[in-house]
């Protein structure tokens, strides 16, 4: 009964729709009628400016990083063991992908994934965070080097012989390929739109 609830309730923290929320709050946007239409760190970062991407990237890491936490908070394991933590994470990222606060749409999955990284294995989160910055630098397209990224992290992964990590890692990578699905068209149509950062922006 309990495990059912802490899943429920990592459902329901990933769920939050941050980008929306913090957009209607404060700026009095729906971020989901402007830019890329996305929920995200980077439509946020596109439509609110820096501030506001920031507080929404840091906000999508914590909820699925608490989500993550909550089988050790509340003394709670599976089947699964030590990678009990990962089930959490993926029912936050459910959540913010298949959110009740947003019509069971949602958002990329990127930075919720990152969020249960950082709190399952920080090592490969500080690897994480470094390959993302350094392809956004490369690409100057969020969506590129997020696709990347959880390419590579699903190879570096296997350095830890952690066969869970490697799975959902696996697991995620395709379907944030899937979730960028206009990304990608954009990307191969040469239209995606860029950060003003790195070798590869143009106006
Ligand atoms: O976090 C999602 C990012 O990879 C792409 O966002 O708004 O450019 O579709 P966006």
Do not use: C
Not at 51 to 72: C, E, Q
Not at 188 to 197: A, L, Y
């Amino acid at each position: 009964m309990k495990l059912i609830g802490l899943l429920i309730l990592a459902y329901l923290l990933g769920a939050i729709p941050n980008g929306v929320w913090v957009g209607k709050a404060f700026f009095g946007t729906d971020i989901r009628q402007s830019g890329s239409g996305n929920i995200g760190t980077t439509n946020t970062y596109r439509v609110l400016g820096p501030y506001a991407g920031t507080a929404v990237m840091v906000l999508d890491i914590a909820k699925g990083s608490v989500a993550t936490l909550l089988p050790t908070l509340g003394h709670v394991t599976t089947f699964l063991g030590t990678a009990t933590p990962l089930l959490f994470g993926l029912f936050a990222i459910l959540g913010h992908t298949v959110s009740i606060f947003d019509h069971f749409k949602g958002g990329k999955a990127v930075a919720t994934s990152a969020g249960m990284l950082l709190a399952y294995n920080p090592l490969m989160f500080v690897i994480a965070a470094g390959l993302w910055v350094s392809l956004i630098y490369w690409t100057s397209m969020v969506s590129l080097a997020s696709m990347i990224a959880f390419s590579l992290i699903t190879l570096i992964s296997l350095a830890f012989q952690d066969w869970y990590l490697t799975g959902i890692a696996l697991v995620l990578t395709i379907f944030v390929f899937y979730r960028h699905r206009t990304n990608i068209r954009r990307i191969r149509e040469g239209t995606e739109s860029m950060v003003p950062f790195g070798r590869g922006y143009r106006n």
